[in-house]
């Protein structure tokens, strides 16, 4: 059996501090090849507070982990069947804030390549070029507090991520307008 990525429920806000339990029983039991990696996914995103930009890490899936793992073989029993398949799944098992494998099956389904390849690239993406943080969606009603046309209110027409900016279209003078604003110059209406 070779190598896959699961999704495991943990206790929200619990991740970093199941991840690392999980690490230091797998180190501890030696089953580094058969649990190579454990990961909170998460993704870096520019938020600007107060008029100052500064880079968070945002998890992508609050009360989820990712391993990658093999699990061995389980011939439809409850647990695998083998000792050394056994370890790995006692390992996971009893440390401490470690939930269940989603989708509950037995033996637990691993995810396709293609949701792996997007949730990584995701991950790997934001590393490089953090993406802004816009909490406000297309349709919006929005009040401008900043620039030009500060007290305006408008409707958000488009919102463009990677850059952060929002098309609003405005009415000025009796005539709908639409403008470019960035999204940290305007609040909900």
């Known amino acids: 059996?070779?190598?896959?990525?699961?999704?495991?429920?943990?206790?929200?806000?619990?991740?970093?501090?199941?991840?690392?339990?999980?690490?230091?029983?797998?180190?501890?039991d030696g089953l580094q090849d058969r649990i190579p990696q454990v990961l909170v996914p998460c993704e870096k995103v520019t938020?600007?507070?107060?008029?100052?930009?500064?880079?968070?890490?945002?998890?992508?899936?609050?009360?989820?982990?990712?391993?990658q793992a093999e699990l061995g073989d389980w011939e439809g029993h409850e647990k695998p069947v083998k000792e050394e398949?056994?370890?790995?799944?006692?390992?996971?098992?009893?440390?401490?804030?470690?939930?269940?494998?989603v989708g509950g099956q037995k033996p637990p389904a691993p995810m396709t390549p293609e949701e792996v390849d997007g949730i990584l690239g995701r991950i790997e993406e934001t590393a490089t070029t953090p993406r802004m943080a816009v909490k406000?969606?297309?349709?919006?009603?929005?009040?401008?507090?900043?620039?030009?046309?500060?007290?305006?209110?408008?409707?958000?027409?488009?919102?463009?991520?990677?850059?952060?900016?929002?098309r609003i279209s405005v009415t000025?003078?009796?005539?709908?307008?639409?403008?470019?604003?960035?999204h940290w110059q305007v609040e909900p209406a």
Do not use: C
């Open 1 to 28: 059996m070779a190598l896959e990525w699961y999704i495991v429920r943990v206790l929200t806000n619990r991740e970093e501090r199941v991840r690392e339990n999980l690490e230091r029983r797998v180190k501890a």
């Open 47 to 67: 938020e600007v507070k107060n008029g100052k930009k500064r880079i968070v890490s945002r998890k992508l899936y609050p009360g989820y982990l990712l391993i």
């Open 85 to 101: 398949d056994q370890k790995v799944w006692f390992a996971l098992h009893e440390t401490q804030g470690f939930g269940d494998f």
């Open 136 to 166: 406000i969606k297309r349709g919006d009603a929005v009040r401008i507090k900043e620039g030009p046309f500060e007290g305006f209110d408008g409707t958000v027409e488009e919102v463009v991520d990677g850059k952060g900016l929002l």
């Open 172 to 182: 000025i003078f009796g005539r709908s307008t639409s403008v470019e604003i960035e």
